[in-house]
């Protein structure tokens, strides 16, 4: 038989087992717009008296039986949330490259009369009346301002292109340029996430699982690997007693409770430079503008991956990193610059051969009435060193030569195919400048067989059509974390409706149990004046 | 004197202690039930134990008509053995025996049934904290205010029942 201390023993431990049940209903309630919690559930089960026999009865009061937690469940999709984290690195790497795209977009917008689509035109215009005016100054005076105008379009599509990439990821010299990068920002926000889940961890080793403490860790934890997540694609390694080991691709960057493997960051000259042997920066260096690599603290950071670019992808950081890098199929700073640096050679090459061609003469500035053989260096445009190889978007410019104040007869505008019929005084003749306005419409094997005008407005349509592209598949991205999310808050949330249909089933059963005990107590009076 | 009415007054007594001592099995089961909280079996119990006691307030009614025709009043175990002793000595130790067994079930009754009580208090005191906190998760979480400045934060306190206990 139940012995009386014994009982109220058992009722005290349930008043209170109770209440700590009924705290983590409150405690669901509370939280049920706290974004990143999962509902938890007190799971009661029968206390074990096994342990009290024999005559320690301090024991045997203590474990008198009754009713105990067995543990405070939590609802929670392991499968769901790696999903979720993997589509979210998707998402943010798309959001990442759609931004790139937009700026790019601007870049390349022509709408205004100053873009290179209305420079390549007036030029032509330009030539089309140096055709009718060879002799004229004003005629070349006319073309040459166009022609500059065109290098200035050139050149300053290449310093936005600079800028953009130089936002995202610094100038590839300076530490300052890094430091007020993108990717720096993300970097820094990334390694203290890392240092926050290894606290976690810590705090998950000592904290004994299945209580409502752990639980709270257990969706801090999450929250935090789904920040990670939009950073860079994870791998999660789920232990027992919930912390988790994190690798970046296949390195380990989590183990428990410490941080073996932290992002270090450096420019790309530095990383050159520290490279044994050195790589020579830029000739030889065809990477990102910045390099992070894994270091490991826990051993004097010791470098793990020197070069860590190529395992990161995805996330805000993957779309960073690869935002301005040719050559990897997709439509970004990297390949519009490499397309004005080719369109910009391609011009240089075009009206540089045209101009100095056998057979091109120009007018003697000395006599104005007579023509000159062209020479050989008589360029219309040239690069940063002054020849017409090497040539960018960035340092193509007219020939110092072409500005001086007799250069404007420096133009070919006469062309004689027969040699032995060359006439000096012919200087209304204007056959290399109809050749010239000849490459208008002319496909050119270094534009993939396209014209100037068309390669441009092609890069143009290109960088439109991935824009349109890249903005598809992240709102399809974003309509499938929408729903893995929605998914996770069916499995994880709180549902008032449920608390509230409990709540109304107890006050029920509560107060007709109430009811119950008046006529217990008549009968009970009964049976004690019966007992007396 | 009828000893027929004796035998008929251990019978009933008999059943009344029966019918108690189920009555203890329903009220232990009770408590298990409200300890756990399962609510849809708590009206089941409720039922078992309703219609248990209307058992009982027959048995009672007939055991008082016997008394009534005995001794002419509704009496007390002890009256009745007193009865006996003085017209019928064979019935008392029987009577005597059930005396015992009356008398050591009603503190178990009773003890379990304020058990009950005291756990029904708790779980609904825990129903209505239920209901507050859900309203407080509808109402907007603000602040109040007084000349003095903000007076209260919303906190929503479940402890308060640890006083009650």
């Known amino acids: 038989m139940v012995s009386l201390l014994s009982s109220l023993n058992m009722t005290a431990n349930t008043l209170s087992i109770n209440e700590q049940a009924i705290g983590v209903v409150s405690h669901n309630v509370s939280n049920m717009n706290t974004e990143g919690y999962s509902k938890q559930k007190v799971n009661l089960a029968t206390r074990n008296i096994g342990g009290a026999i024999g005559n320690n009865v301090t024991a045997q009061i203590r474990a008198n039986g009754g009713v105990m937690i067995a543990n405070v469940m939590r609802y929670t999709d392991s499968y769901l949330n790696n999903y979720y984290r993997d589509q979210l690195s998707t998402q943010n790497k798309l959001d990442q490259q759609l931004d790139t795209l937009k700026d790019l977009a601007t870049i390349l917008d022509d709408l205004e009369s100053e873009g290179l689509d209305s420079a390549l035109s007036e030029f032509y215009e330009a030539l089309n009346n140096l055709n009718e005016y060879p002799a004229s100054s004003t005629a070349r005076t006319n073309f040459i301002e166009t022609a500059k105008t065109l290098t200035s379009v050139l050149n300053s599509k290449s310093i936005e292109l600079d800028e953009l990439t130089t936002k995202a990821l610094g100038d590839g010299i300076n530490q300052e340029s890094l430091e007020n990068s993108k990717i720096y920002v993300q970097y820094e926000a990334l390694n203290d996430k890392l240092t926050e889940l290894a606290d976690i961890n810590r705090a998950l080793q000592v904290t004994q699982t299945g209580t409502l403490e752990a639980n709270n860790l257990l969706d801090k934890r999450d929250t935090i690997l789904n920040e990670i997540s939009q950073f860079v694609d994870i791998s999660v390694d789920e232990k027992d007693n919930g912390t988790v080991n994190v690798s970046i691709g296949t390195t380990e960057v989590i183990k428990g409770s410490k941080v073996v493997g932290q992002l270090n960051i450096q420019t790309a000259k530095s990383y050159c430079e520290s490279q044994n042997p050195p790589i020579t920066y830029p000739d030889d260096w065809d990477g990102e503008n910045a390099v992070i690599s894994i270091i490991n603290p826990q051993e004097n950071n010791k470098v793990v991956v020197s070069n860590a670019n190529s395992m990161i992808t995805e996330g805000t950081l993957g779309g960073l990193l690869h935002s301005a890098t040719a050559g990897n199929g997709e439509t970004n700073a990297g390949t519009v610059r490499e397309s004005l640096d080719t369109l910009a050679q391609t011009i240089a090459d075009i009206f540089n051969e045209l101009n100095t061609r056998e057979g091109a003469y120009c007018i003697d500035p000395n006599d104005t009435g007579k023509l000159i053989d062209s020479a050989d260096d008589n360029l219309l445009f040239v690069g940063a060193d002054g020849t017409g190889t090497g040539i960018t978007a960035g340092n193509i410019k007219l020939n110092d030569a072409l500005l001086t104040e007799d250069g404007i007869w420096n133009i070919s505008c006469a062309y004689f195919d027969d040699p032995a019929n060359v006439d000096l005084n012919a200087v209304g003749n204007s056959q290399n400048v109809v050749a010239m306005l000849g490459t208008r419409d002319s496909k050119q094997d270094a534009l993939n067989g396209m014209s100037l005008e068309s390669f441009y407005t092609s890069l143009v349509g290109k960088v439109a059509s991935a824009g349109s592209s890249i903005q598809t598949l992240y709102d399809t991205q974003t309509s499938v974390v929408d729903s893995v999310l929605t998914k996770i808050k069916n499995t994880s949330g709180v549902d008032l409706n449920e608390e509230l249909v409990d709540l109304v089933k107890y006050q029920t059963a509560y107060s007709a149990a109430a009811q119950v005990f008046n006529t217990c107590n008549s009968c009970l009076d009964v049976l004690m004046t019966l007992g007396g | ?165």
């Open chain 2, 1 to 165: 004197m009828d000893k027929k009415i004796f035998y008929n007054l251990i019978e009933i007594l008999d059943k009344e202690i029966d019918a108690y001592s189920r009555l203890k099995d329903l009220f232990e089961e009770k408590k298990e039930i409200l300890k756990q909280s399962k609510a849809d079996e708590l009206g089941n119990v409720d039922n078992r134990i309703i219609t248990l006691n209307s058992e009982i307030t027959k048995l009672n009614k007939s055991r008082e008509k016997i008394s009534i025709d005995i001794i002419g009043e509704s009496v007390n175990m002890s009256r009745f053995i007193e009865y006996a002793k003085e017209n019928a000595p064979e019935f008392v130790p029987a009577l005597e025996e059930r005396k015992v067994k009356i008398c050591n079930i009603i503190p178990e009754l009773t003890l379990l049934n304020n058990q009950n009580v005291e756990l029904l208090k708790h779980g609904i005191i825990i129903s209505n904290k239920m209901l507050e906190t859900i309203i407080n998760a509808f109402a907007p979480q603000g602040c109040n205010y007084n000349g003095a400045g903000k007076t209260d934060t919303h906190d929503i306190d479940m402890w308060t029942i640890n006083e009650e206990v």
